[in-house]
């Protein structure tokens, strides 16, 4: 069983930035996409951003420009979220996700909460 252990959520005034950031317990295989969904209650998980291991990454509209998504040089399965110039529109639980050969796997979730 593959565990992903998040951090870095909080509270921040709009305009702010945070780092969010997901380390996954495989060591025996690099995982190839891993990706940051988020989820305000009584709506669907949304995709945010994706970070391949050849280095392409990937962004839904309502982010692009403003998060930025990077995986760890050192441990390839190790991901994260710069959030810069956030809005009260990103309010949300936000989940790290690995889907590969040994199956999907999910984050427990970070919350992440902009005041304006």
């Known amino acids: 069983q593959v565990q992903l252990v998040e951090s870095g959520g909080g509270l921040v005034q709009a305009g702010g930035s945070l780092r969010l950031s997901c380390a996954a317990s495989?060591?025996?295989?690099?995982?190839?996409?891993m990706k940051w969904y988020r989820q305000v209650p009584g709506k669907q998980r949304e995709l945010v951003a994706i970070a391949t291991s050849g280095g392409s990454t990937t962004y839904a509209d309502s982010v692009k420009g403003r998060f930025t998504v990077s995986r760890d040089n050192a441990n390839k399965n190790t991901v994260y979220l710069q959030m810069n110039s956030l809005k009260p529109e990103d309010t949300a639980v936000y989940y790290c996700?690995?889907?590969?050969?040994?199956?999907?796997?999910w984050g427990q979730g970070t919350q992440v909460t902009v005041s304006s």
């Open positions: 495989e060591s025996n295989f690099i995982i190839n996409d």
């Open positions: 996700n690995a889907q590969y050969w040994k199956g999907d796997f």
